[in-house]
């Protein structure tokens, strides 16, 4: 969760611990730099976001750790520029970066090549209503980074040096004016792309474009208020100002939920309530017995 231009976020991945699912290095990684995106004024699609009636995330011409597609596992990386299978590696050295200033890394979870990284370059805009297939996914001749489009029942892997893409599935690649959709089934889009680390000269001096370091100088600095972005996924709907929590009552309910999750164990005995007779003997229970305490763990919700 985190406040978009601001200075509060939180990345709490306890839960996924607490039922004994594994959390890769990757996903941290990726994570953290998503929600700290969000305090640089960052949103899923670049400077556009999700609403209630366009999603611009999963969007195959923005590859950077603010999309969906890209946050929980990193930018898989190809041995080479048109692959779309992930390089295979046991250390970093196996790994090349291709044309990227930022190195790719060994996952030591699943033995292929990734990289944590915004956005460093413009693709071609993707009109959804009008796809040239030739033209594919332009990020230069040298780009080893695979990318991910939607295909109505998944996501597939696709080249981002600009080989060509079957964006309607029909074996050929060279078809134009092709209407499909490619990012989350949310309707026809002009899929924009954007440089994360872009600059613009300002008196003589490059500065920073879509990264915004000043959110000291912003209204949510000193709001102590979160925008819930990427709760459980990024799913929430449209949250009012006025209902935030604060940073404080955000941590207080984790620790409630981090409480409600304990997996079961041999502590959960002895905090049991039982009724006994005369006879000083439970009696025979003629139901099932109720979490009241709710020590059972209860995710997924």
């Known amino acids: 969760m985190s406040e978009v231009f601001g200075n509060d ?5 306890q839960p ?18 998503h929600e700290f995106g969000h305090n640089l004024g960052l949103l899923h699609g670049g400077s556009v976001d999700a609403g209630a009636t366009s999603c611009n995330n999963y969007k195959p011409n923005y590859v950077s750790v603010m999309s969906y597609n890209f946050y929980g596992q990193g ?28 190195p790719a890394h060994c996952s030591t979870s699943t033995n292929t090549c990734f990289r944590i990284d915004y956005s460093d370059r413009v693709f071609n805009a993707l009109n959804e209503e ?19 489009w939607f295909r109505g029942l998944g996501y597939a892997p696709i080249p981002t040096n600009g080989s060509p893409i079957d ?19 949310d309707g026809p889009e002009n899929e924009l792309s954007q440089n994360d680390w ?73 905090t049991a309530v039982q009724v006994v007779g005369t006879s000083g003997q439970p009696p025979t229970r003629s139901a099932p017995a109720v979490d009241w305490l709710k020590e059972r763990p209860l995710w997924p919700r």
């Open 9 to 13: 976020s939180i990345v709490a991945l």
């Open 16 to 33: 996924w611990a607490d039922i004994h699912t594994s959390v890769r290095t990757e996903s941290w990684a990726g994570i953290a730099m």
């Open 167 to 185: 964006w309607n599935k029909n074996g050929i690649f060279t078809d134009t004016g092709v209407v499909a959709e490619i990012n989350d089934g």
């Open 130 to 148: 009008s796809l040239d297939e030739t033209l594919g996914l332009q990020g230069g001749a040298n780009n080893t980074d695979i990318s991910l």
């Open 198 to 270: 872009g600059t613009t000269p300002i008196n003589g001096v490059n500065s920073f474009t879509n990264l915004q370091f000043g959110y000291q100088c912003s209204g949510n600095y000193s709001s102590d208020l979160i925008l819930p972005r990427d709760l459980r996924f990024g799913r929430e709907g449209p949250v009012l100002a006025a209902a935030r929590p604060s940073v404080e009552q955000l941590l207080q309910r984790s620790g409630q939920e981090a409480l409600r999750m304990q997996p079961p164990g041999s502590w959960a005995t002895r």
């Open 75 to 102: 930018i898989q990386v190809a041995a080479s520029p048109g692959g779309t299978a992930p390089q295979a590696c046991t250390t970093d050295a196996d790994c090349n970066a291709g044309d990227h200033a930022v």
